[in-house]
């Protein structure tokens, strides 16, 4: 059984960065495809980035994209989503998914397997 688990949220001025990390176990790294989503109170689930088992190919929403960058170290079975230039509305719980398969999606329903989730507070 695929677990995940994230880390690195917290309470960040506007302008400021973040770097989350979600760490895989129960199987290795290589076979998976990675998510990053996050949902604000009220509102639904939102894809935010993801990555294909190489890393070879990355999607990003557009309401992030030029300010998130996601990574991934498969030797670490860990997958990173570093958000600079962070803003309020950036505010969420956000969580790791994880897909078997080469494919890439924002979509929630791709993905097979979730982490708890990791809170991100922007505010002054």
């Known amino acids: 059984q695929l677990q995940l688990v994230e880390s690195g949220g917290g309470l960040v001025q506007p302008g ?10 129960g199987s ?7 998510g990053w989503f996050r ?3 009220g509102k639904e689930r939102e894809g935010v980035s993801c990555i294909s088992s190489s890393g070879g190919r990355t999607t990003y929403a557009d309401s992030v994209k030029g300010r998130f960058t ?6 670490e079975n860990t997958v990173y989503l ?4 962070l ?9 790791c998914a994880a897909a078997r398969g ?6 929630p329903g ?10 991100v507070t922007v505010s002054s």
């Open 16 to 25: 400021g960065s973040l770097r989350l990390s979600c760490v895989v176990s």
């Open 28 to 34: 290795t790294l290589d076979y998976y495809a990675i």
């Open 39 to 41: 949902q604000a109170p």
């Open 70 to 75: 996601i990574s991934r170290d498969n030797a």
């Open 82 to 85: 570093q958000m600079n230039g």
């Open 87 to 95: 803003k309020p509305e950036d505010t969420a719980v956000y969580s």
């Open 102 to 107: 080469r494919g890439v999606s924002l979509r």
């Open 110 to 119: 791709y993905y097979d397997y979730w982490g708890q989730g990791t809170q």
